[in-house]
C-alpha cells in the first residue's frame, strides 16, 4: 500500500475538537494512538502549516491534511551485508556503520538496513531483544552520518543500555566539518529541539516544546575562514541534534542539504568539487565510551575518519595552506 494523503474539511460541528480526536472521528481505520504519533512525527498540517500537537484545537472551515506513511514489515528479515565490528562479546556488539546505511527499517528503507545485517549476524537469538521491529537497537544515528554504535545482543544489555543513554551516561563525541569558524571557539549549544513548523523532514530549535538538548562544541582546526574541523560532545541524543544545534549557530555542517546548502559562496572550485563528490552531511561518531552494562567494565572505543571524510579535510587543508 503506497502513502497516501487524508484531507478533510472541519465543519462548525466539529470546530473547538482536539485534532487526534477530530481526525480519529474522521478516519475509522486508523487507531488514535496511530494518529497521534503521526501528528507528532509531523504528518499533519492545517491549512499548510504543520501542526505536531495532538492537542491542537480545529476550527471550522480549516483545511486538515494528514499524509499517511505505507506500512512496513513488522518483522525484519535478516540479510547478509557485511559489518565492520570493533568489539563484541556475549551481550553486546559495537560497530562502524557507514554512511549511506539506514539503522532500522521503516517507510521507504525495508530492507538493507544495520538491523537486517545484525539478525544475519547474530542469528535468531537477536530477535525480539527489545521489540521486535528493532531488535537491539538502543540508539541511532542518521543514514548519512558514519561512525560508532552499539547494539544489545541480550535482553539485560538492551536495558542497561538504555537506562545509560536515559541518564546520559555515555560518551559521545562526532567529529564534524562546519562552513565558518563558530564564535566564540568552544561552548555549548542548550536549545530545545523540535519539529519545524515549515518541513516536517525537518527539526529546529524552538521556543515552546519540544526536546532538551545540549551539545558541547570545540573547534579543533579551521581551514582559514572557510571551515572549521569542530568536535562536539552529546549531553543528550536528539534527532539530528548536532545538525540542527550548529546550524542554529549559523555554521552548518558541510554537505548538509537539508540544514544548509551544498558549497558556500565563494569557496573554491577544488573545495565545491570535493564537497559535490562527498555527497553527505560531514558529521562522523568518533568516540563511544560507556560501562558496560553487564560486566561493568569501562570501555572506550574510536573509529577513524572514513575515507571520504579523509579526502574532504584534505581538500580544506589544500586550501588553508600558504602558497
Known amino acids: ?23 480519529n472521528n ?33 476550527k471550522s472551515g480549516a483545511n486538515i491534511s494528514l499524509d499517511v506513511p505505507a506500512p512496513v514489515e513488522d518483522r525484519p528479515e535478516p540479510q547478509h551485508i557485511p559489518l565492520n ?9 559495537v560497530l562502524d556503520k557507514p554512511a549511506g546505511m539506514v539503522v532500522h527499517p521503516g517507510a521507504g528503507n525495508p530492507d538493507g ?16 531483544i527489545g521489540g521486535v521491529k528493532r531488535p537491539g537497537i538502543v540508539h541511532r544515528i542518521d543514514k548519512d552520518t558514519s561512525g ?6 541480550t535482553e539485560v544489555a538492551h536495558h542497561g543500555l538504555s537506562e545509560l543513554f536515559a541518564s546520559h551516561d555515555i560518551e559521545r563525541r562526532y567529529d564534524a566539518l562546519t562552513w565558518g569558524v563558530p564564535s566564540p571557539l568552544s561552548g555549548t549549544v542548550t536549545g530545545a529541539i523540535g519539529r519545524s513548523s515549515r518541513n516536517r523532514k525537518k527539526m529546529s ?39 540542527v544545534h550548529m546550524t542554529s ?33 560531514a558529521l562522523h561518531a568518533a568516540t563511544l565510551g560507556f560501562k558496560h552494562p553487564v560486566t561493568e567494565e569501562v570501555l572506550k572505543f ?11 579535510i584534505g581538500e580544506l587543508e589544500n586550501y588553508a595552506r600558504p602558497k
Open 85 to 93: 565490528i570493533i568489539h563484541e562479546d556475549d551481550h553486546l556488539v
Open 113 to 128: 538496513t544495520l538491523v537486517n545485517a545484525l539478525l544475519a549476524h547474530c542469528g535468531d537469538s537477536l530477535r525480539g
Open 26 to 58: 474522521h478516519l475509522s481505520d486508523l487507531s488514535r494512538t496511530r494518529i497521534k504519533s503521526l501528528i507528532e512525527a509531523g504528518c499533519a498540517s492545517i491549512d499548510g502549516k504543520i501542526i505536531g500537537d495532538p492537542n491542537h484545537r480545529v
Open 148 to 153: 560508532l554504535m552499539v547494539a544489545a545482543k
Open 205 to 243: 530549535v524552538v521556543e515552546f516544546g519540544g526536546k532538551h538538548a545540549i551539545t558541547h562544541y570545540r573547534v579543533a582546526s579551521s581551514f582559514g575562514m572557510l571551515a572549521s574541523h569542530v568536535s562536539c560532545e552529546l549531553e543528550t541524543g536528539r534527532t539530528h541534534q548536532i545538525r
Open 249 to 281: 549557530l549559523g555554521h552548518s555542517l558541510i554537505g548538509d542539504q537539508l540544514y544548509g546548502r551544498a558549497t558556500k559562496r565563494g569557496a573554491p572550485e577544488a573545495v565545491g568539487a570535493a564537497v559535490r563528490n562527498f555527497n553527505r552531511q
Open 302 to 312: 574510536e573509529a577513524p575518519h572514513p575515507k571520504d571524510f579523509q579526502l574532504l
Open 1 to 23: 500500500m503506497p502513502e497516501s494523503m487524508v484531507a478533510i474539511l472541519v465543519e462548525g460541528e466539529d470546530s473547538g475538537q482536539r485534532l487526534d480526536r477530530f481526525l
